[in-house]
């Protein structure tokens, strides 16, 4: 039996049918769900991942993408957990040259922040990915230009403002809400510890989408 075929065992035997439709349907029916809760399914794959034998980056990458290629949602979580799991095995390379086709592989906001928080953006903090940054940034796609502005999430006082304020600029008045949804969440976390930059960011950019200055407001109003 192959690693994927076995993964699929493991998680049908603690699925819950009963909650793939309802699932499906919270996700807008971007993909079939076998009806395996998150943490459960992260438990899972732990486990399934300590039996492999995974020693390279191009070994990552290439489970996770024959796991993209699944139907079903949790595999294309999976993914992402494969990839957190071997961390330890990956650079800046692989965000140059591999993550962008992992997150376009059936993306929606799910798995396009699973893939931030679990793998970009921890590498993006030990590793020089500025210019894959930019390039995803410049790129045009929703996705791309979501987790280039979102990178830094979760630095908390360590953000690099200077480099979230330039990533958001080019955006501010873009109606499409994912992006726009971004920004406010990183101008939001940035208010935290700098109230100031956050007001003056938005006060320069009169043009901001309401959405994204919903979210900077939310974050001034809480500090």
């Not at 930019?134 to 929703?142: K, L």
């Not at 330039?166 to 809400?177: C, R």
Request: overall charge neutral; hydrophobic content about 45%; glycine content about 2%.
């Amino acid at each position: 039996m192959d690693a994927v075929a076995q993964l699929r065992q493991l998680l049908a035997a603690v699925a819950d049918p009963a909650t793939a439709a309802p699932m499906a349907a919270y996700m807008k029916h971007i993909a079939p769900f076998v009806g395996v809760q998150a943490e459960l399914r992260r438990r899972v794959v732990r486990e399934w991942c300590s039996q492999l034998s995974v020693r390279t980056a191009d070994d990552v990458y290439s489970l996770a993408m024959l796991l993209c290629r699944e139907p079903e949602r949790e595999f294309h979580y999976a993914a992402a957990d494969v990839a957190a799991y071997w961390r330890s095995l990956l650079d800046a390379s692989f965000i140059a040259d591999h993550a962008a086709t992992l997150l376009l592989q059936t993306p929606w906001w799910d798995s396009v922040d699973l893939w931030g928080s679990d793998v970009i953006n921890p590498l993006c903090t030990r590793y020089d990915c500025a210019s894959t940054m930019w390039h995803w940034n410049s790129s045009g796609n929703r996705w791309l230009i979501r987790a280039s502005i979102q990178h830094q999430r979760g630095r908390k006082q360590h953000y690099d403002v200077d480099v979230v304020f330039a990533l958001s600029a080019p955006h501010v008045a873009d109606s499409e809400f994912f992006v726009a949804k971004a920004i406010g969440w990183a101008l939001r976390d940035i208010a935290r510890y700098q109230p100031d930059r956050v007001q003056q960011f938005v006060d320069a950019h009169p043009q901001i989408s309401t959405v994204a200055r919903r979210e900077a407001l939310r974050g001034l109003q809480r500090r």
